[in-house]
C-alpha cells in the first residue's frame, strides 16, 4: 500500500499516546504495508516489491510489474527476513520503499519492542539490518545526491557496538548511506525524540521537518539546509484540533509541499486536514480533508498540480476512530487550480471497503490504486489492483466517479502491522 513509513510518509506520520506517564511517539497503525516499491533490474524488466506473511515469518518478495503498475504474476519469496520476524502478533513492517538509484529497499520493521531497518541490497540480493545496532524508524529517502542516502530518527542504542557521534548518544536527525552503514549527524535544535517527520526536496537541498514536544501541545514546523545549516521555522500549530503535521511531499517541481495536519488526540484515526504550502512566499492553503491516521500520503500529478489522496468514507462511524479494520475509503484527487474535489473510486465499484495506495501513472490521466478487505492478521491481506481514468469536469459539484477496471488476480498474504 501507500503510505508513510508511508508509503508514503513512510512516511512516517506518528500518533502520540502516554505510556507510564511519559510521552512517546508510536507508529499509527497500518493496514498494509506494500508501498508500491519498484525497480528495473538488469534486464529492464519493473518490479513491485512485497513483504508477504508466511507460517514460518515475513518474507520479502517480488513481482513483474506491468505498465499500468499492476502485478504481472503472484510474487515470488526473495529472502526470508528470519530470527523468527514476522511469527509474533506484535511484529509489523511500517514501509517498504525504494531507493531513488534502485540499488536498495529500507524496510521499517518492529520486531517486539524494538524498530529497525532491513536494508536490501537488489544487485546483490543481501539483508542487512542498517545502521546496525541502534533502534529507530526510516522517514524518506533523500533526493539528489547519490542517489541511496536516507532520513533516518535513531531512538535508542543497541549495546556497545551502537555507533556515537563524538563517544555519545545524543543523535540528531541521520543521514544514513545505504551502501556502507555510515552516517551524518543533523543538529535540528532539540532532541530527535520529538521529530515527527522529515523529507528532503527533489533537488536535495533542503529538509522540511517537523516536531513536537508531547500530546496536546501541537507541532512546530522547519526548514533547513541538508547540512543542518539555515535553519528556520515556518509555522507552529497549537490550540487546534488539527494541530500535528507531517506527511511532507514536495511537488515534483519544487514549487509547493503538500502536508497533513492530524488530529493531536490519543484518537488515533480522526480525520486530517490535506494542505499545501508555497515554498517561495510560505502562503498555505487548506484544500481538503482526508484520511487521518493511517499514514496514506498524498501524491502529486506529474505536473504538480492535482493530489491524489484517500479519503475516509466513513467519517460518522466513531467505531472507526479507533479500529483500524474499520476504516471505509475511497480515492480522490483535488485540482489545486480550483480546489475541485473528484472521487474517483470507492467502495460501491470495487465491492471492497478499503480502497487505498493511489498511484499515476506517467502521463497523468490515470491513477492506479488497490482495493481490499480488512486484514487478516495471522494471514495477511489480499490486494486487488484496479486502474482509474481522470476525466476532467467542469461542474464542481460534479460528483461521478471516474470509469475504473480491474487490472489482475489479487495478491493474498500482504501482511498487516498487528
Not at 5 to 23: E, H, M, Q, R
Not at 245 to 272: K, Q, V
Amino acid at each position: 500500500m501507500k503510505r508513510s513509513p508511508l508509503i508514503p510518509l513512510l512516511l512516517i506520520l506518528l500518533v502520540g499516546t502516554l505510556v507510564g506517564g511519559a510521552f512517546v511517539w508510536q507508529h499509527a497503525t497500518l493496514l498494509t504495508l506494500m508501498r508500491w516499491p519498484w525497480i528495473t533490474g538488469g534486464s529492464g524488466r519493473a518490479y513491485l516489491y512485497y513483504a508477504l506473511k508466511q507460517p514460518d515469518g515475513f518474507v520479502l518478495a517480488r513481482a513483474p510489474k506491468g505498465v499500468d503498475g499492476q502485478p504481472l504474476a503472484q510474487p515470488q519469496t526473495l529472502q526470508h527476513f528470519g530470527a523468527g520476524f514476522g511469527i509474533y502478533p506484535s511484529d509489523a513492517i511500517a514501509s517498504i520503499q525504494i531507493s531513488p538509484d534502485g540499488n536498495y529497499l529500507a524496510i521499517d520493521g518492529i520486531h517486539g519492542d524494538i524498530e529497525q531497518v532491513w536494508m536490501y541490497a537488489i544487485q546483490n540480493m543481501s539483508m542487512s539490518l542498517l545502521p546496525a545496532n541502534v533502534s529507530g524508524n526510516f522517514l524518506h529517502w533523500v533526493s539528489g545526491g547519490d542517489g541511496h542516502t536516507y532520513l533516518y530518527r535513531p531512538m535508542f542504542p543497541l549495546g556497545p557496538a551502537a555507533p556515537m557521534d563524538n563517544g555519545t548518544w545524543n543523535p540528531g536527525l541521520w543521514m544514513v548511506d545505504a551502501s556502507n552503514g555510515s552516517h551524518q549527524n543533523i543538529d535540528i535544535g532539540e532532541s530527535v525524540a520529538n521529530l515527527i517527520d522529515a523529507t528532503s526536496s527533489p533537488d536535495g537541498t533542503h529538509i522540511v521537518y517537523s516536531t513536537t514536544t508531547g500530546l496536546g501541545t501541537g507541532s512546530t514546523t522547519l526548514v533547513m539546509n541538508r547540512d543542518g545549516s539555515n535553519r528556520a521555522q515556518l509555522f507552529n500549530l497549537k490550540n487546534t484540533q488539527q494541530s500535528v503535521a507531517g506527511h511532507f511531499i514536495w511537488s515534483p517541481d519544487g514549487s509547493r509541499i503538500a502536508y497533513e495536519r492530524l488530529a493531536d488526540s490519543a484518537t488515533p484515526f480522526l480525520a486530517a486536514g490535506l494542505w499545501v504550502m508555497d515554498t517561495q512566499r510560505g502562503l498555505q492553503q487548506h484544500v481538503t480533508d482526508a484520511d487521518g491516521g493511517h499514514g496514506f500520503v498524498p501524491v502529486w500529478s506529474p505536473d504538480s498540480k492535482k493530489l491524489a489522496f484517500v479519503a475516509r468514507t466513513n467519517g460518522s462511524d466513531p467505531h472507526a476512530d479507533n479500529d483500524e479494520q474499520a476504516l471505509h475509503s475511497a480515492i480522490s484527487i483535488v485540482d489545486l487550480a480550483t480546489l475541485q474535489v473528484q472521487q474517483i473510486a470507492s467502495e460501491e465499484q470495487t465491492h471492497l471497503p478499503i480502497n487505498i495506495n493511489p498511484v499515476w501513472t506517467t502521463h497523468g490521466t490515470q491513477v492506479t490504486f488497490t482495493a481490499l478487505n480488512p486484514v487478516n492478521h495471522d494471514l495477511g491481506g489480499t490486494q486487488h489492483y484496479w486502474s482509474a481514468q481522470i476525466t476532467p469536469t467542469t461542474n464542481p459539484n460534479n460528483q461521478q466517479q471516474a470509469h475504473i477496471v480491474p487490472l489482475s488476480p489479487g495478491i493474498p498474504h500482504v501482511i498487516a502491522e498487528g
